[in-house]
């Protein structure tokens, strides 16, 4: 007989985290639990759900990769995509990590801006060519007559930029650094007893950590 989906649970067993380890800096403790999922072979361990508004405030999400930790979360775009566009109208952000292996997620809340063109310049540089080709090939998220379109495009530039060793990177595409507002912390624990811990900064802008019923 076919298991009620009420049945289904996972024993939250993996792991705990006490206070006392919590790193004071969110962003450090960010970056432990992004190592340890890489350590852990999860697949995808740097996608991050990242959730804009429009201009009615509906929210939209999608995944994007996390490229770096540098006061903030880097990733980067097509600043004319959908995204990019409800970014220029509203910089706030929601961004959740969720790693089912470790029994972990991570809550942010946060204001994304735009890198410098010189730091997206420097990570564009560092993809692959097929990478940077698609990158000037796709104008992302606008409706485009058909896929063969899309490769055509695609060849379009790679003859284009047939003689240049490093392609450039499209004045349209770049980074965003994401500077967190807050950030939860949410460990899966055995009997449901699980465990979330709260970064928020306190009038002296200091973080300060809540311990929160799960
Ligand atoms: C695993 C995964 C990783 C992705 N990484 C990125 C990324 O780093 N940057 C990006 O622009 N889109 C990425 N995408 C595609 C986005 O989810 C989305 O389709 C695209 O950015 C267009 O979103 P928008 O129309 O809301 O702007 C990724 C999708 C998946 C499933």
């Known amino acids: 007989m ?3 989906l009420s049945d289904i649970r996972t024993d939250f067993i993996k792991g705990g985290l006490e206070r006392d380890d919590l790193s004071p800096d969110p962003l450090t403790q960010i970056q432990q639990w992004v190592e340890q999922a890489v350590s852990a ?3 995808e361990p740097t996608a991050m759900l990242l959730s804009t508004v429009d201009q009615q405030g509906i ?3 999608r995944v994007v990769l996390l490229k770096g930790i540098e006061d903030g979360l880097i990733f980067y775009t097509n600043y004319e995509s959908v995204k990019g566009q409800q970014l220029a109208q509203n910089a706030n952000v929601s961004v959740v990590f969720f790693w089912p292996q470790l029994e972990r997620q991570i809550r ?3 204001v994304a801006e735009k890198l410098l063109p010189a730091a997206s310049d420097v990570y564009f540089a560092s993809r692959p060519r097929e990478s940077q080709l698609g990158a000037w090939a796709s ?3 606008s409706s485009i007559e058909s896929y063969e379109w899309l490769e055509k495009n695609y060849f379009f530039y790679v003859d284009r930029f047939q003689q ?4 450039p990177r499209p004045p349209y595409w770049g980074g965003y650094r994401v500077t967190p507002l807050s950030v939860e912390f949410w460990q899966g624990r055995p009997g449901r007893m699980h465990q979330r811990y ?3 900064r306190n009038e002296a802008e200091a973080w300060q950590i809540n311990v929160l019923a799960p």
Not at 164 to 167: F, L, P, S
């Open 2 to 4: 076919e298991k009620k």
């Open 41 to 43: 072979r999860v697949d």
């Open 59 to 61: 929210p939209d999400a």
């Open 108 to 110: 942010l809340r946060g």
């Open 139 to 141: 104008p992302q998220s």
């Open 164 to 167: 240049t060793d490093a392609i």
């Open 198 to 200: 709260r970064y928020a």
